[in-house]
């Protein structure tokens, strides 16, 4: 099947930069979900140990990937223990 796709990319060059963008964007979506399975506090791994990682995070941890005007080192805590 890649000695297929070898062929076609050499008799029709013009396929290579749709190669490269949708290998770059499956790449860039795994990446992500792997960050998102690793990073985010809704996801939990360990059920015996740390059944509700969220109530762990202190109003300081970023765990957004993207925030606009935003510190996190200014922030105090709002919020009951559990």
């Given at each position: 099947?890649?000695?297929?796709?070898?062929?076609q990319?050499?008799?029709?060059?013009?396929l290579?930069?749709?190669?490269i963008?949708?290998?770059?964007?499956a790449?860039?979506?795994?990446?992500?979900?792997?960050?998102?399975?690793l990073k985010?506090?809704?996801?939990?791994?360990d059920?015996k140990?740390?059944p509700?990682?969220?109530?762990?995070?202190?109003?300081?941890?970023?765990?957004?990937?993207?925030?606009?005007n935003?510190?996190y080192?200014k922030?105090?805590?709002?919020?009951p223990?559990?």
């Amino acid at each position: 099947m890649l000695s297929t796709v070898l062929k076609q990319v050499k008799s029709h060059p013009a396929l290579i930069p749709l190669f490269i963008f949708i290998g770059g964007g499956a790449t860039m979506s795994m990446l992500y979900l792997g960050r998102l399975a690793l990073k985010n506090p809704d996801c939990s791994w360990d059920r015996k140990n740390n059944p509700e990682p969220w109530n762990k995070l202190g109003p300081n941890d970023q765990y957004k990937l993207f925030t606009v005007n935003m510190d996190y080192s200014k922030l105090k805590k709002d919020r009951p223990d559990f």
